[in-house]
């Protein structure tokens, strides 16, 4: 999961990051997936009870992200269900309106930094 996770975002303006410390945190307060076709991981996913956070999928299987999504959200057990995607990710953007969910606010917002060294 890890290693798939960080793979799929690493591309995304804004994507997290995942360590070990995060899967042992989501194996304990979560729920993560990894979806397969014919044996081969296709995608991941990360669900609670009430929040879809993350839908991945592999590049040769693109086109498979609608139900990979619709497979998660049957797994939330809330009847208002929120997500968290990068606003910068107009594939998962498309996808999640086309679901019926829409946009209510940004949570936070990063800059780039021409020229920083971080130090």
Same mark, same amino acid.
């Given at each position: 999961?890890?290693?798939?996770?960080?793979?799929? /975002?690493?591309? %995304?303006?804004?994507?997290?990051?995942?360590?070990?410390?995060?899967?042992?945190? %989501?194996?304990?307060?979560?729920?993560?997936?990894?979806?397969?076709?014919?044996?081969?991981?296709?995608?991941?996913?990360?669900?609670?009870?009430?929040?879809?956070?993350?839908?991945?999928?592999?590049?040769? /299987?693109?086109?498979?992200?609608?139900?990979?999504?619709?497979?998660?959200?049957?797994? %939330?057990?809330?009847?208002?269900?929120?997500?968290?995607?990068?606003?910068?990710?107009?594939?998962?953007?498309?996808?999640?309106?086309?679901?019926?969910?829409?946009?209510?606010?940004?949570?936070?917002?990063?800059?780039?930094?021409?020229? /920083?060294?971080?130090?």
């Amino acid at each position: 999961f890890l290693r798939h996770y960080n793979a799929l /975002f690493r591309d %995304i303006p804004n994507a997290a990051t995942y360590y070990q410390a995060d899967v042992d945190r %989501i194996l304990k307060q979560e729920r993560a997936y990894l979806a397969s076709v014919q044996g081969e991981v296709a995608g991941i996913g990360e669900v609670t009870d009430k929040e879809l956070c993350a839908i991945g999928v592999l590049p040769p /299987f693109r086109g498979l992200g609608e139900r990979l999504a619709l497979t998660l959200l049957r797994e %939330i057990s809330a009847e208002e269900v929120t997500l968290r995607v990068s606003s910068s990710n107009v594939p998962a953007l498309r996808l999640y309106e086309k679901l019926g969910f829409s946009r209510r606010r940004v949570l936070s917002r990063w800059y780039g930094l021409a020229g /920083f060294t971080g130090e």
